[in-house]
């Protein structure tokens, strides 16, 4: 009796729940600790030791009254406002809190964003692989997620393409960067195209597209390089940030969207913004951790420990032959599978105990997704496995 | 360009906006302790000093990854565990874990169920008057609400009319209990006799009605009045509850829903529930949250604080020959204005800096929502303001 749009959705949690039940079943045999469990983003280096201290500090201090109670549905003021000036001082942006909504994590600001915007049948464009809760997020308006194909040789977006897949109801465009599944960062010059193709097109359909930056990964890039804020390079541009991997905070439920004045229609925008997170039932981010990521907005996780793990992960496999893109941001390795079909290198992959992600899951078979947000042991130990799992397949 | 179904919201934004600065605009001319603000269902009680040791216990004592992460979208099991030994010890039901789904706040809870039970054009019946909310997360899954009229002699539901309202489109039923805006709490008879309504109408059209129980009020019972359990009176009965006004924790969003075993289709509403946490955006409950409500469960707010509320602004206005509804739950009083058009009379108390929410914003005209969850001495010195209204009212 449950509702159409939900059977689907049910029938393949099975699937899902057999995997979690199989990495259950094998701890159980083997003991946790020799199970090679890469196949969820929650991240295993602690929150910074100031989060606890900002909690206990605000507990102490703050009246019950104002930190439970509820404020604005965007949030509350001086909070937005100190993201506001976060950002500024970091991308040289010119924000106040009128251009903040505290959220329930990039989820809740990705949802708050799409049901703002997406009439039933719009068009949303993302570029595979991709996070593929986004074709849910997506349906939840009733709009059409687009998929842009990869490049599988840089796995940067695939612009021509893009640009013939715009049309006169593409409302809105996802850009996951650093990316979920393949930890590539988008370059510069991949924005700055993008973002002419994009001011081509509105002007062409006489439409707005509205460019959202779905940016979870934002603080987890390496090797120096920069990950471009979208904002500088396309007005119609909606960033959605999260806490949950550059605070290791992801159970709280905590980020924010970015609503840039920039917008032709800003002020709808960000007023029907603040009257989705209510009516989606969010009705704000959770209040504490609001004060709480406001005192530490500039604190950032142990990125080197996931440097080591990135480090040593890639090397170790590309030394036993698999061919892996190499990964410059978030805490993912995309790696091609020997086999074309990557669900068999999963099953072939638990007999050694290692559980990863199939592509297919992020509309890009013939890849598996390595989530390396584990122990550092996890990484050198699973090696010894990779290693029988490469012999086996090379017999 | 916002989505069509936003800018309704969008367009009656403003007049919200008005009242909220108006009461800004008072506050700057009279100070803050001389306006009447009577319009927020803002818990004005501390949380119990309970809450502030529990957070400062598990920081101290749980580690980082555990109690900041991911768990189960459905909530950490001992958390929900919890809950469901809680229920079983006040009302003498049989929950465990997997009848408990933990949320984001009640209205969190309300649109994971109407998400998981809601084609398009389904009927969502509820009672006159209502939080008008309801009608805004019906319509986010494009289902139809449906009004049951008042009974402005008791304000229990209209049985009558209720069961000539249900269709074989009837997919589910609100009912809040104790009531926002009227204070008052459905009797054990009316419960009854709504049930054996529902049974008897789910016969006749082979369907499944849900009965929805929205209880954030649960707790704010006075007189010793008894909040009827619906699970225990129908078999469809899924709860939503929150620790809002309980804890007085309204900021933080904290709930969970019970999906009893006895729903005949149990196992999907109980998985599609629980997907539809996850792809709503919400993920899950704020994990730091479930775990302090789990050890603070059973505490409860200064109801007395509020009862004192109560009994004073209701003999207070009665006294000046307001006819008012006794309120036995919620910390809502419903006053019948002596003009028919009842906004009338709010612009009028504004004149007292007297801040009260018209009836129509409940679907019931002709009366005023004055929300009691303020200071004992507003309460005191807003009855000399009400009195100078009642003059100019009845010169």
Redesign the interface.
């Known amino acids: ?6 059977k689907g ?2 029938n393949n ?1 099975s699937a899902i729940r057999a995997m979690f039940e199989e990495g259950n079943r094998l701890a159980g045999i083997y003991g946790r600790e020799n199970v090679f469990d890469f196949s ?1 983003g ?6 910074p030791a100031s ?2 201290e900002a ?2 500090e605000i ?1 102490d201090e703050e ?3 104002f ?5 604005s549905n965007a949030g509350y003021e001086d909070v937005r406002e100190c993201m506001a000036k976060s950002l500024n001082k970091r991308f040289g942006t010119h924000f106040n809190s009128n251009n903040i909504i505290m959220t ?2 990039a ?6 964003t799409l ?5 039933p049948g719009d068009e949303v464009i993302t570029f595979a692989p991709y996070f593929l ?1 986004y074709r ?2 997506v349906g ?2 009733d709009g059409v997620l687009v998929e842009v194909s990869p490049d599988t040789d840089s796995f940067q977006p695939k612009l021509d393409e893009f640009e013939m897949k715009i049309t006169p109801k593409t409302k809105a465009v996802i850009v996951n960067n650093p990316n979920n599944p393949t930890g590539v960062v988008y370059t510069e010059e991949t924005i700055i195209r993008m973002a002419e193709i994009l001011n081509k097109k509105q002007i062409e359909f006489g ?2 597209i509205y460019l959202i930056a779905d940016e979870p990964y934002r603080e987890l890039a390496y090797d120096g390089v920069d990950v471009p804020f979208l904002t500088k390079y396309y007005a119609n541009t909606i960033v959605g940030y999260s806490f949950s991997k550059s605070l ?7 980020g924010y969207l970015v609503i840039p004045s920039e917008l ?2 800003y002020t ?2 960000f ?2 913004a603040s ?2 997170n ?12 609001q004060r709480v990521v406001a005192k530490v907005v500039d604190e950032k996780t142990d990125i080197d420990y996931y440097d080591r793990n990135r480090k040593t992960l890639y090397e170790g496999l590309t030394d036993l032959g698999f061919e892996c893109i190499r990964p410059q941001g978030a805490f993912y390795l995309f790696m091609k599978t020997p086999m074309a079909n990557e669900k068999e290198f999963c099953d072939m992959a638990v007999k050694y105990n290692i559980l990863v992600v199939p592509g297919s899951s992020f509309a890009c078979p013939g890849y598996v997704r390595i989530a390396y947000c584990v122990s550092y042991e996890t990484i050198v130990n699973s090696l010894t496995a990779f290693k029988k799992l490469a012999d086996e397949i090379n017999k």
Chains 1, 2 share one sequence.
């Open positions: 009796m449950i509702a159409d749009k939900m959705f049910v949690n969820l929650n991240p295993n280096v602690p929150a989060v606890t909690i206990r507990v009246k019950s009254t930190l439970h109670g509820y404020m329930v994590g989820a809740g600001g990705l949802n708050v049901k703002t915007l997406i009439n809760e849910a997020y939840n308006y439409t707005e290791s905070l992801p159970g709280e439920r905590i032709p229609d709808n925008v007023t029907a009257i989705a209510r009516i989606l039932g969010f009705v704000n981010a959770p209040s504490l951790m």
